[in-house]
C-alpha cells in the first residue's frame, strides 16, 4: 500500500500561493528570491518515492510544468520527465507536452485511493487538488518546504488550521528554507 503525499513551498504565513510569481500577485515569486535551487534535485527528500509511485498535478500546474521541465538538464529533470504523471482536470490535457502524462479518467477520489492502494501518490502543488484530498481524508503525510519570508496575503495550505491527527517526523535544513514532514497517525 502507498501513501499519498502533499509537496507544497511556503511562506513563514503559511501562504503556498504563487511561489514563482507568474501569477502576477504582489506578494509572488517569494521562494526564488532565494535563487534556483528550489527547484533542483529532490528537496523534499522523497528519494525512491518519486521513481516507484505516481506524481499528481492539477491541470494548471501541470500545463506551467509542463513548459519548464522538458527543457531541463540533469538527473532531478530526467526523473520529473520519466516518472508516470496524471493530471486532475476537466478540460484534458495534451499528453504529449510531457512525457508520461494523462488526464486522470473518472472520479479523483476514487482514482486516488485505487492508486495509494498499489503504490504513493505525490502530488505536487495544486492547491484545489490538495484540498479535495484533505477533505476527503486522503493525505497521509504533508512534506513542506518554508521559506524565511512573509507573503502577508495568499492562499493557505492550512486554511482552517493544521489538520489533526498529524505528527511531525522530521525537520531539516534544505538551503534557505526548512523542509518539515507531518505524516498521519493512522493507528
Known amino acids: 500500500m502507498g501513501d499519498v503525499i502533499v ?14 510569481g507568474r501569477a502576477g500577485t504582489g506578494y509572488g515569486g517569494w521562494a526564488f528570491r532565494f535563487g534556483p535551487g528550489p527547484v ?11 521513481e516507484q509511485g505516481v506524481q499528481l ?22 526523473l520529473m520527465n520519466t516518472v508516470p504523471k496524471r493530471v486532475a482536470t476537466r478540460t484534458g490535457i495534451d499528453a504529449g507536452a510531457w512525457p508520461n502524462s494523462a488526464a486522470v479518467e473518472g472520479d479523483l477520489l476514487a482514482w486516488v485511493a485505487g492508486e495509494r492502494a ?41 486554511a482552517t488550521g493544521t489538520p489533526a491527527d498529524f505528527q511531525f517526523t522530521g525537520v531539516e535544513s534544505a538551503g534557505p528554507a526548512v523542509l518539515t514532514m507531518l505524516r498521519r497517525d493512522r493507528e
Open 118 to 158: 498499489r503504490r504513493d501518490v505525490v502530488v505536487i502543488g495544486s492547491l484545489s487538488v490538495v484540498h479535495a484530498l484533505a477533505a476527503a481524508d486522503l493525505v497521509d503525510e504533508y512534506r513542506v518546504l518554508t521559506f524565511p519570508t512573509v507573503a502577508g496575503a495568499g492562499d493557505r495550505l492550512f
Open 40 to 50: 533542483t534535485d529532490d528537496k523534499f527528500r522523497l528519494g525512491a518515492r518519486m
Open 7 to 20: 509537496i507544497q513551498f511556503a511562506t513563514l504565513d503559511g501562504v503556498v500561493s504563487d511561489p514563482d
Open 57 to 78: 498535478y492539477g491541470r494548471r500546474t501541470w500545463e506551467h510544468f509542463a513548459q519548464l521541465w522538458p527543457g531541463r538538464d540533469g538527473d532531478f529533470a530526467k
